[in-house]
């Protein structure tokens, strides 16, 4: 009987050595800050992927918005924090922005849905030229064409007041290698154009790929474009107030692979996996 005992208590020690070493539970709780974060695909991956991990579940998307909803966190959107800054209305005690990248048809059919059902709101940064067609950017042998947002679904969740856009790009190429007139032109154009259509300010700006947000001279052009705030893929959490010339706002990427106390670690210490 002791010996089965202590043949537990072996094992429990174990299991917590390996929890140790593959999450950040010992890292203080970061104060002050705003997560930010940062989704791409929202359904189940299609066969062929190997994005898998950019593919986030119906299932597990709702149970991370109830663990938001559950432990105080209010959404807001790009809009939102500008007016904060401007100091026309404050933000809520523990903001947070959840944010999706490229555009994909799948925010339109499950993260839009989910979203309102909770009576939260997300921003999507859209790549101009692949709306209403597909993710061209990508090699089909890695990850399969998926459809993008119409104009009419961007339309209607804008009018929604649930989702607010963001720009991110003309074309989603890498402007950390781009000439840097191509740059700027990716930057100005689908600035423009999407204001333009969508008759908003694009107060928000992602770098695809993350690429350019730690290059001085591709931060600068994106600054000088207009946008308000810049987001990084750099993991992490940004404190409040944002140091706007210190760097590029920092997200959390959340996995598809993710478990409840990932999420929960992302949030609270800004990392989940050494
Ligand atoms: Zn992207």
């Given at each position: 009987?002791?010996?089965?005992?202590?043949?537990?208590?072996?094992?429990?020690?174990?299991?917590?050595?390996?929890?140790?070493?593959?999450w950040?539970?010992?890292?203080?709780?970061?104060?002050?800050?705003?997560?930010?974060l940062?989704?791409?695909?929202i359904g189940?991956?299609?066969p062929?992927?190997?994005?898998?991990?950019?593919?986030?579940?119906?299932?597990?998307?709702?149970?991370?918005?109830?663990?938001?909803?559950?432990n105080?966190?209010?959404s807001?959107?790009f809009?939102?924090?500008?007016d904060?800054?401007?100091?026309?209305?404050?933000?809520?005690?523990?903001?947070?922005?959840?944010t999706?990248?490229?555009g994909y048809?799948?925010?339109?059919?499950?993260?839009?849905p989910?979203?309102?059902?909770?009576?939260?709101?997300?921003?999507?940064?859209?790549?101009?030229?692949?709306?209403?067609?597909?993710n061209?950017w990508?090699?089909?042998?890695?990850?399969?064409?998926?459809?993008?947002?119409?104009?009419?679904?961007?339309?209607?969740?804008?009018?929604?007041?649930?989702?607010?856009?963001?720009?991110?790009?003309?074309?989603?190429?890498?402007?950390?290698?781009?000439?840097?007139?191509?740059?700027?032109?990716?930057?100005?154009e689908?600035?423009?154009?999407?204001e333009?259509k969508?008759g908003?300010?694009?107060?928000?700006?992602?770098?695809?790929?993350?690429?350019?947000?730690?290059?001085?001279?591709?931060?600068?052009?994106?600054?000088?474009?207009g946008?308000?705030?810049?987001?990084?893929?750099?993991?992490?959490?940004?404190?409040?107030?944002?140091?706007?010339?210190?760097?590029?706002?920092?997200?959390?990427?959340?996995?598809?692979?993710?478990?409840?106390?990932?999420?929960?670690?992302?949030?609270?210490?800004?990392?989940?996996?050494?």
């Amino acid at each position: 009987m002791i010996g089965a005992l202590a043949a537990v208590g072996a094992v429990g020690a174990a299991a917590a050595a390996g929890a140790s070493a593959r999450w950040n539970w010992w890292r203080p709780v970061v104060t002050g800050g705003m997560p930010t974060l940062m989704y791409h695909k929202i359904g189940d991956y299609p066969p062929g992927s190997n994005l898998a991990k950019l593919w986030v579940t119906d299932a597990d998307f709702r149970r991370q918005l109830a663990w938001l909803k559950a432990n105080g966190y209010e959404s807001i959107t790009f809009a939102d924090w500008r007016d904060a800054e401007k100091g026309l209305k404050p933000l809520p005690a523990k903001p947070v922005l959840i944010t999706f990248d490229d555009g994909y048809m799948n925010n339109y059919e499950l993260a839009y849905p989910a979203l309102r059902e909770f009576g939260m709101k997300g921003c999507v940064f859209l790549v101009y030229e692949a709306m209403d067609a597909h993710n061209a950017w990508h090699d089909p042998a890695g990850e399969p064409w998926l459809k993008m947002l119409t104009w009419a679904q961007i339309d209607e969740m804008q009018r929604s007041g649930v989702i607010e856009f963001g720009s991110h790009t003309m074309k989603h190429r890498n402007l950390a290698t781009l000439p840097l007139d191509q740059v700027r032109w990716e930057l100005t154009e689908s600035k423009k154009r999407l204001e333009d259509k969508l008759g908003r300010e694009m107060v928000g700006f992602a770098y695809p790929y993350g690429s350019g947000a730690y290059k001085p001279d591709v931060r600068a052009a994106a600054l000088e474009a207009g946008y308000r705030f810049d987001f990084s893929i750099k993991q992490g959490i940004s404190r409040l107030p944002w140091d706007r010339k210190a760097e590029a706002v920092r997200r959390l990427l959340i996995r598809g692979d993710d478990t409840m106390l990932d999420f929960r670690l992302n949030l609270t210490r800004g990392r989940a996996r050494l």
